[in-house]
């Protein structure tokens, strides 16, 4: 028997403005795919190869993108994909400490090496109290001021990561809580290779699969309310966006990594799935200017993207020359060591967005962070 993976997916009907529900199955002898409506109780997709989806990109809480449809899955569709694909799935949260926050790309470029995604991230900063209510289980321990001034001293980054045994693997990549310990013991982890010491150690990653749904409730609840602000600032700034096929490829940590050596300070960050109404108010400039208008659009609501503030005087154009010419074939011609030179693929899949007029700026960022962020 040839071996079929199947799901319940949703996928957002812009036109119709309905959420539609399809089966989706996959055969990874062939990796084809194939989609039923469930609503209409017809074949919607025929049996077709599809080589941009991966088994390892199916599981419950996961968004896959096929034929340009963000589809989420929602729900396994029988009980043998389940046990084969879901049983070791976890979510935990991962929290970035203020000593690092300027080398978070470092610290994505290990958690995808470990086949871990991310699937939610925010930058903040916690209040004493906020922070103190994070850690209320340390209360009585001897380093709980220490920690609660260090951790709410500065921004940190919290982000939701997903996958096999997430908990332990995450807590297995931070190495032992004190970094000069983790040198010791564990040479290759992050508290090994960025951590000061035993306060200053990188990262904070949840426990248990119980302390993990507690911690990501707090950073990203799910009920009203928003839970710790963004730290967008909305002055000497421009807005940047590492669009979704960048994400996918893999390419986000090189990314930030690449930004931070220029000496760009991100300010605010945080990731967004943007739905097509969205993406085609916040282009709306480019409508009937540039005739990738609609497949730029296509592409921002194609999966989730990563936001960042990027923060200094001159910034609209010192970092627009940094993200080079649109055309990333131009770009590796005349400006081979842009952001676009070496993570673009084409003029709409170009790794990047970034404002083009100064002017413009904050009202970019403001468009994600005031207004999408809610
Ligand atoms: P982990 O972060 O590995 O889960 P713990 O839950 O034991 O470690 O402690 C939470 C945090 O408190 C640590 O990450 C570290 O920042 C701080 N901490 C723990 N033990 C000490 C200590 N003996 N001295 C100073 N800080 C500590
Ligand atoms: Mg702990």
Redesign the pocket.
């Known amino acids: 028997m040839e071996d079929r993976f199947a799901f319940l997916t949703e996928w957002y009907d812009p036109t119709a403005a309905l959420l539609r529900r399809y089966q989706l199955f996959y055969y990874p002898k062939d990796s084809s795919v194939e989609m039923f409506d469930v609503k209409n109780q017809r074949i919607f997709l025929r049996r077709t190869k599809y080589d941009d989806i991966h088994q390892e990109d199916l599981f419950v809480g996961n968004r896959v993108n096929v034929f340009s449809r963000q589809l989420n899955l929602i729900e396994y569709g029988d009980q043998y994909t389940a046990n084969k694909l879901g049983s070791k799935k976890e979510r935990t949260l991962a929290l970035i400490?203020p000593d690092v926050v300027t080398k978070i790309g470092d610290v994505l470029e290990l958690i995808y090496s470990s086949n871990l995604i991310v699937t939610k991230a925010k930058m903040t900063k916690l209040t004493w109290s906020q922070a103190a209510d994070f850690?209320v289980?340390?209360q009585s321990?001897?380093?709980f001021n220490?920690?609660v001034q260090?951790?709410s001293s500065g921004p940190v980054v919290a982000m939701e990561v997903m996958g096999d045994e997430a908990v332990s693997l995450w807590?297995g990549l931070?190495g032992?809580?004190?970094s000069a310990v983790a040198r010791r013991e564990a040479p290759q982890s992050a508290r090994a290779q960025f951590g000061t010491?035993?306060?200053?150690?990188v990262?904070?990653?949840s426990?248990s699969l119980a302390a993990a749904a507690r911690e990501l409730e707090f950073f990203f609840p799910s009920t009203i309310g928003h839970g710790p602000s963004n730290t967008a600032i909305y002055s000497d700034c421009t807005c940047c966006i590492i669009k979704p096929h960048a994400m996918s490829e893999g390419l986000t940590g090189k990314i930030l990594n690449s930004i931070s050596a220029a000496g760009f300070e991100i300010s605010a960050l945080e990731m967004f799935s943007v739905d097509r109404a969205n993406a085609e108010e916040f282009y709306e400039v480019y409508k009937g200017v540039v005739s990738e208008y609609t497949s730029m659009v296509t592409e921002l609501c194609s999966g989730p993207c990563m936001v960042l503030e990027i923060h200094g005087t001159d910034t609209p154009q010192t970092f627009r020359d940094f993200c080079g010419p649109a055309d990333p074939e131009i770009a590796r011609h005349l400006r081979p060591t842009t952001l676009r030179a070496l993570y673009g693929k084409d003029r709409v899949k170009n790794a990047v967005h970034c404002t083009d007029l100064p002017e413009d700026g904050v009202l970019e960022v403001q468009y994600f962070f005031k207004i999408l962020d809610g």
Do not use: Q, S
Not at 197 to 201: A, F, P, R, S, V
């Open positions: 400490k850690y289980e340390h321990k001897p380093f220490n920690l260090f951790v807590r931070l032992p809580a004190d010491d035993g306060i200053k150690n990262g904070h990653g426990d």
